[in-house]
């Protein structure tokens, strides 16, 4: 008799590409790959992208976990891990012929999870797949299914809050801050903090921006900088800046909606430190991330990646006009780009690039996943400084969301280090109109 503990995990192929590793996070429970999910990664080994290196990874790793066995009966996963088989049989039912004609690779996969959910033998079969419209066929043919909920961020309340405020702060101890170039203490704030919090301090008749330190335990005031002839119309802008001109801060997340500057204000901040790296990159990727759907675009390679780096270009073109033309800033950008010093690119082009000394930005990030996102990171060698933007609630990618994309896996999990900082920007900074339009539309 089967156990009813356990259950019977049919993989799609985009979970696979989302995740190489996927197959070590579902505990004693079995795990079930049709073979068309392998045909369909064998389209996906050749490539740059993070992508085609899952596809070939988990090759890798099938090969290396069968070593010279068959795949029959299955193969142990590893210790207190359940079994890994390969079902080849993805003949249709009659119900699912009947269902879906066309016998598309999606067709096939949910063909071979409706014939293991029909066989008393194979206990509690669920389809893993990020394609929400596979989800829905799964569960209108009897089939439960599940997104891979792995990196799936638990409290997003957090990542999407507005500026934080600490309130009934004694005006004596926000006086104390003005005075004190050396900050205060934290305890005399009566909250708790983390690394690198920025909040507003409001007293009865005062208010200050500050900064917590809290490897020192310090508070400290956040005063409102300029970089590279941009300046904060915030708080939180202010904010914003400050951590991207912190030089113990290595690591900025900057979510916001459009409009909100959060390009803009990362871009003038590495312009405003150049001397300090031998490198500005500034990147968004591609999506979907597969370079085949931008073939379709008319014109050479450049023609077709312009969309995607247009809006990067525009955001550095504020910023030099913001400058005469034959001002020292404005020509010291000219000369940037022309020696390759300032990279504006996309994501695709940059990784493999040497990473040390380098203000790296990577704009969209919410269209990243976890693993990319982990990837990038760990590139970055000494005196790198990386700062990910992006909007959580616009993702392009088919098989992201607000819980599952690297952009809140990142802020959630970095959340508390020394080294990394997250502002969230909620005012609209381009116009009213378009402010009403992001708000109401």
């Keep these: 008799m089967a156990d009813n503990t356990k259950k019977t995990f049919v993989l799609d192929t985009n979970v696979i590409l989302h995740d190489y590793n996927c197959i070590n ?13 392998l045909e369909e990664l064998d389209m996906f080994k050749k490539g740059n992208e993070l992508i085609n290196l899952h596809a070939r990874e988990f090759a890798r790793m099938l090969d290396k976990l069968s070593g010279n066995s068959l795949f029959n009966g299955g193969i142990k996963i590893g210790e207190g891990a359940g079994f890994l088989k390969i079902e080849i049989n993805t003949d249709f039912s009659e119900r699912m012929n009947s269902a ?17 959910h029909f066989d008393k033998k194979v206990p509690n079969v669920v389809l893993i797949t990020k394609d929400i419209n596979l ?18 961020v638990k409290d997003i309340e957090t990542l999407t809050r507005d500026v934080n405020e600490i ?17 205060i203490e934290c305890s005399k704030l009566g909250v708790k903090y983390e690394y690198n919090d920025f909040a507003i301090l409001k007293g009865t008749n005062s208010s200050a921006l500050s900064y917590i330190n809290s490897d020192q335990k310090r508070c400290f005031r956040v005063e409102k900088h300029h970089a590279y002839g941009i300046e904060p119309r915030n708080a939180e802008q202010t904010f914003t800046l400050s951590a991207l001109l912190n030089s113990d801060i290595q690591l900025v997340a900057i ?75 404005y020509i010291r950008i000219e000369e940037l780009i022309k020696e390759e010093k300032l990279v504006i690119a996309p994501l695709a082009y940059i990784r493999g690039r040497s990473l040390s000394e380098t203000f ?3 704009d969209e990030a919410q269209n990243l996943t976890p693993h990319e ?15 990910f933007t992006g909007d959580i609630h616009q993702i392009d990618s088919p098989y992201l969301d607000i819980k599952s994309n690297g952009l809140s896996y990142l802020t959630d999990k970095m959340k508390g280090q020394k080294l990394f900082a997250h502002v969230n ?11 009403l339009a992001s708000n109401l539309l």
């Design 135 to 152: 989800r829905m066929k799964a569960k209108a043919v009897g089939v439960m299914s599940q997104d891979y909920m792995n990196d799936n």
């Design 167 to 183: 309130t009934n702060v004694p005006d004596d101890v926000i006086n104390e801050l003005y005075r004190s170039p050396d900050g």
């Design 100 to 116: 879906f004609p066309t016998h598309t690779p999606d067709h096939r996969i949910l063909s071979v999870a409706e014939k293991l």
């Design 425 to 435: 920007l909620v005012k609209g900074e381009r116009s009213e109109l378009a402010e």
């Design 360 to 362: 790296f930005i990577i």
């Design 255 to 329: 979510t916001g909606k459009a409009g909100t500057g959060k390009t803009l204000l990362a871009l003038a901040a590495a312009l405003q430190q150049e001397e300090q790296f031998s490198k500005i990159y500034l990147a968004r990727p591609i999506v979907p991330l597969s370079n085949k759907d931008i073939g379709f675009l008319p014109g050479d390679v450049n023609d077709k990646i312009a969309p995607y780096t247009q809006p990067l270009f525009d955001n550095l073109s504020v910023i030099k006009h913001k400058f005469r033309q034959h001002s020292k800033e």
């Design 373 to 387: 996102i982990k990837t990038i990171i760990t590139r970055a060698g000494e005196g790198t400084k990386v700062v």
């Design 25 to 37: 996070n579902f505990e004693d429970n079995d795990v079930v790959i049709p073979i068309v999910v």
